[in-house]
């Protein structure tokens, strides 16, 4: 018996990862993506990938290899610095770390040149999903074209086009919204900010505020300014304005080092702000015959550093539940949503935002790091073994 091909909305890591593992065992796959091209937009930021998850993903991809030739050394640094620019913790990359950071956009291009040429269609947004007479469902896309997936996974994200046929779920505002910044050539324009955050992360950080920022592969900084507001904050405000958007967040930073506030008024980029959202945690579904969510269209959470290593395990797993039940897909499926639950209820258990920016802030997020770093160091190292 073979298994049908399969029909994945959305190019993002998770998609690719289970394109990439089904293409591994023969089982061809077809990636609609709404972006025009490869290049159409930048990938974000850095992420530190775990030995749990996002390792065993590309592990599983078979490109455990290629992706330890983007690794970049010295990044496991991690700084805690207080308002007026204070060290309170100062964590080096000693090089016995076990979330080794890439660049996101590096690992995107890793997994896309794995593939077959043609896997991914570019310029298909997805606009709707609904199910078809006689099994499988239909996707629509922008541009009024469509396609009948036999078998469809969404891994569209937060606002995911395909979830609808599975559950009734929205995602809900968490309560945060983030102000995203990058500063370029900052060893000679930025020299007190660059040496502020070093070879690797800084979390600059008070009750309901606080700036994160990393060291890119270039050596510029890549920034976002955190803030607990309501929902309705900036209402009215007209968010293409970027002196307006500057002056405004600036506002909320008052008093603070001015080689902290440079990484928001120095930007070489127009501020991006964005509202972070949340699904429920434990969502789940019914089994649903030919489709299934991955990554954030599954389990969207607030940053938390585990999402893209999530969502790529989600991929890796899917794929590997799929080849081992060929023809039946309810099994393969089944087996997978049972696993893909219960690790996504986990990884959401901590309230990441609730320590970083609460009312104990820095403090509680330097506890939380130092005990991480005590306390988890043994089992990554074991996990870290097992796949090299």
Known sequence: ???????????????????????????????????????????????????????????????????????????????????????????????????????????????????????????????????????????????????????????????????????????????????ETFLSDTATRHPATAAAVGAGSLFALAPGK??????????????????????????GTDLTDASTVTARVLAEFDGWAPHLTALLTESDTAPFLRRLYTLPVGHRWSPRPGVTLLGDAAHLTPPNGEGANLAMLDGAELGRSIARHPGDTEKALAEYEQAMFARAAEAAGEDVYGIMLGENAPHSWIAMMTEDDMTAEADMKAEDEQLS
């Open 210 to 235: 606080g700036f994160l920022a990393m060291r890119e592969a270039d050596g510029n900084l890549h920034s976002y300014a955190q803030l607990v507001k309501p929902l309705d904050w900036l209402a």
């Open 1 to 179: 018996m073979t298994s049908p091909e399969v029909t994945v909305i959305g190019a993002g890591l998770g998609g690719l990862a289970l394109a990439r593992v089904l293409h591994i065992h023969g089982i061809p796959a077809t990636v609609y993506e709404a972006e025009a091209s490869a290049s159409a937009r930048a990938q974000g930021g850095m992420l530190d990938i775990h030995p749990w998850n996002g390792r065993r993903a590309l592990a599983a991809a078979g490109l455990i290899e290629e992706f330890r030739g983007l690794v970049l050394e010295g990044r496991e640094s991690y700084r805690v610095l207080d308002r007026t620019g204070s060290v309170l913790l100062d964590l080096p990359d000693d090089g016995t770390g076990s979330r080794p950071e890439v660049q996101r956009g590096q690992l995107r291009r890793l997994l896309l040149d794995s593939l077959p040429d043609g896997t991914v269609r570019w310029g298909h947004k997805a606009t709707g999903v609904r199910a078809v007479d006689g099994g499988g469902h239909e996707v629509r896309f922008a541009d009024g074209g469509t396609v009948t997936a036999s078998l469809l996974i969404g891994a569209d994200g937060a606002w995911s086009r395909v979830r609808p046929v599975l559950s009734d779920a929205t995602p809900a505002y968490a309560g945060v919204v983030s102000v």
